[in-house]
């Protein structure tokens, strides 16, 4: 990390601010090494807070080549995101250790963590402790079938409240509601409302966000971090469309939405 702040008191920072971050998510598989300057340059523009690199399926060999140029291209914090430990690449910055606290499915709660631990330990990276749960976003994605677990139905903000206010109890220092890369629904707000007024750890939202008006929702229900990917990837004027909006959502009690 060298100098830089931690990306855990970045996060902190923002919400002490009253302001909200966004997280520019980067599929290794969907990019090319050569486009990463433009897309760099986009994300400076837009005052990025984030690079998260990972994905469910990674194909591409050349991971650790992959985070080593954006490393050389940029000061933004990259943060792994990772779909399974072989995803651990000690040339970022932090990584997500993701517990899949919404699956019964116990490789994914604490297995994968085990065997990880000592190339962890090693690695130099920030470990963000991060309670994950995946929402229901109206059709399978690529997450819950790995996973092979269920999703926590849309409709119903209780499970997910006290399962994230599980993992605050746990000690985990994030709570990631996701939908799902590409999913047709963005994880609704009044899901967010109630797990953010059960939680005082900072949220981050992802899966399915597209149009600047979801962010500033998502933003307004509660969140702290949203997390874009796919609508980046089809649509690259959409990076400052959705980072504007959510560097302008200010702090709103979410008792009186
Ligand atoms: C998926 O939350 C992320 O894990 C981002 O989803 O690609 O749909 O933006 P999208």
Request: glycine fraction near 8%.
């Amino acid at each position: 990390m060298g100098d830089q702040q931690s990306i855990y008191s970045l996060i902190e920072q923002l919400r002490q601010q009253g302001r909200k971050g966004i997280a520019m998510l980067l599929d290794p598989d969907k990019l090319r090494i050569e486009e990463l300057p433009e897309l760099i340059g986009q994300a400076h523009s837009a005052a990025i807070d984030l690079l998260f690199v990972g994905g469910s399926l990674v194909m591409d060999p050349d991971f650790d080549q992959l985070i080593t140029r954006l490393k050389a291209l940029t000061r933004i914090p990259i943060v792994l995101f990772p779909g399974s430990p072989s995803q651990v690449c000690p040339a970022a910055d932090g990584i997500l250790l993701l517990s899949l606290l919404s699956g019964r499915n116990a490789d994914l709660l604490i297995g994968q963590h085990v065997l990880a631990a000592p190339v962890l330990a090693k690695s130099g990276l920030e470990i963000l402790s991060t309670g994950y749960l995946i929402i229901d976003g109206g059709r399978p994605t690529t997450v819950s079938y790995i996973s092979n677990s269920s999703p926590i139905p849309a409709n119903k903000p209780q499970i997910a409240l006290c399962t994230a206010l599980a993992g605050q109890q746990l000690g985990m220092k994030l709570i990631y509601l996701d939908s799902g890369s590409g999913a047709d629904q963005p994880v609704p707000k009044r899901m967010i409302k109630a797990v953010r007024k059960a939680i005082n750890i900072p949220l981050i939202i992802g899966g399915g966000i597209r149009t600047p008006e979801q962010a500033l929702d998502a933003c307004r229900a509660g969140a702290d971090l949203i997390v874009v990917g796919n609508a980046f990837e089809k649509d690259p004027e959409l990076i400052p469309q959705i980072a504007d909006a959510v560097h302008k959502a200010s702090m709103i009690d979410v008792d009186q939405l």
